[in-house]
């Protein structure tokens, strides 16, 4: 059976247009679950520090990255989580996000987080993801 990915917004749930409020997933899939990439570029060099903006960014660039390793794009993300240091604007990561996202249909599944803290302390923001790549 082919692989088959449904984006679901039922009566009786809220709309909107920057996510879906579920995602199913049947068939033959290649799965990828890509751990919290935060705004680290390929030398270990922090991106942005103190911007919102601006780590959010790198930390997408990042999640690209190890998305098409496994053969898959942003188009294929169903699931994000995105962590954030309280204090910070979560507008200021969403604006930034949704410049990146573009207009590609079918957002996915997202669940925001304010956290007391990550990693190192001039991280601002973390995100995991799960894709799904439907076979053919």
Known sequence: MPG?????????????SAYTQAVAVSGNVT??????????????????????????VQALRNLETAL???????Q???????????GQSAREGFEAFQKVWGERPNPPAISGLFVAGLARPDFLVEIDAVAVVPQE
Do not use: C, F, M
Not at 35 to 50: E, H, L, P, R, Y
């Open 4 to 16: 088959r990915v449904q984006y679901l917004n039922p009566e009786g749930l809220h709309k909107n």
């Open 31 to 56: 799965t990828i679950y890509v751990g919290g990439q935060n705004a680290v570029d390929a030398s270990g060099n922090i991106v942005g520090k103190g911007d919102l903006g601006a780590q959010t």
């Open 68 to 74: 098409a390793a496994g053969g898959a794009g942003l």
């Open 76 to 86: 294929h993300v169903v699931k994000w989580n995105v962590y954030i240091v309280q």
